[in-house]
């Protein structure tokens, strides 16, 4: 089954312990991006990758970090999460070509708490 | 500036009521437009999309939203609700044909009253 899988789905954590939060696909999808969703703000894009060892920065990507060094998996990196990091983050990816031609498939999300 | 925005943050109706879920873009450019739903602790699926051509789009679910490039809308419209549409939707734009990011609005919450 075609899917973007995200660990963990739930995480509580204290200021400044580093974290990661996981993401695969199996599509041999190109294009991978990470957003975290906030009530009354909607999605906001925190870094994307367009292919491997590719990434770039998208809205909101203070406190965050990301790799890309093989096709399937983009981390998210948290060195030292703050209590206004708490948040849902969604996982993404589609194949090259743009949102015209191909949609974005999430992963079902990860509800971070930092205390 | 480009942007979207979705009127009305919470929509309710009653069951077998219709569906209407607003979006309007700023573009300076022709956009592509999209609208997502997000079941509860579910990721976002698409539902429907408005590329090039017909300006009245079907999606799943008996779903369709209408371009209309005067009003610099794409609202969201469904005849008749179903308890199974309680959802939150969110409109999206993207200004690029091989631009993979797409710019969300602050999202819909439906809910269907029985």
């Known amino acids: 089954e075609a899917q973007v899988t995200q660990n963990p789905r739930y995480l509580i954590t204290v200021t400044g312990k580093k974290l990661t939060v996981t993401c695969s696909q199996n599509?041999?999808?190109?294009?991978m991006s990470w957003y975290r969703q906030d009530p009354g703000l909607g999605l906001r894009q925190i870094y994307y990758s367009m292919n491997v060892e590719v990434t770039d920065k998208g809205d909101v990507p203070e406190g965050y970090k990301v790799s890309r060094k093989e096709k399937r998996n983009f981390p998210l990196i948290l060195e030292s999460p703050s209590p206004n990091q708490t948040s849902l983050y969604f996982c993404?990816?589609?194949?090259?070509?743009?949102?015209?031609?191909?949609?974005?498939?999430f992963g079902n999300g990860t509800r971070l708490t930092v205390t | 500036a480009q942007s979207v925005t979705q009127l009305g943050s919470h929509v309710s109706v009653s069951e077998g009521a219709l569906v209407l879920l607003r979006c309007n873009y700023s573009s300076s450019v022709p956009p592509y437009l999209f609208w997502y739903v997000q079941y509860p602790n579910q990721g976002l699926q698409l539902l429907l999309k408005?590329?090039?051509?017909?300006?009245l789009v079907k999606g799943i679910n008996g779903f369709e939203a209408e371009f209309k490039k005067s009003e610099t809308s794409f609202h969201l419209t469904k005849p008749s609700a179903h308890m199974s549409d309680a959802a939150e939707y969110f409109c999206?734009?993207?200004?690029?044909?091989?631009?993979?990011?797409?710019?969300f609005g602050t999202g819909t919450r439906l809910t269907v009253i029985p």
């Open positions: 993404a990816s589609s194949s090259r070509g743009g949102q015209v031609n191909s949609p974005l498939h």
């Open positions: 999206a734009v993207s200004f690029q044909t091989g631009a993979n990011n797409l710019f």
């Open positions: 408005y590329t090039t051509g017909a300006t």
């Open positions: 599509m041999n999808h190109e294009y």
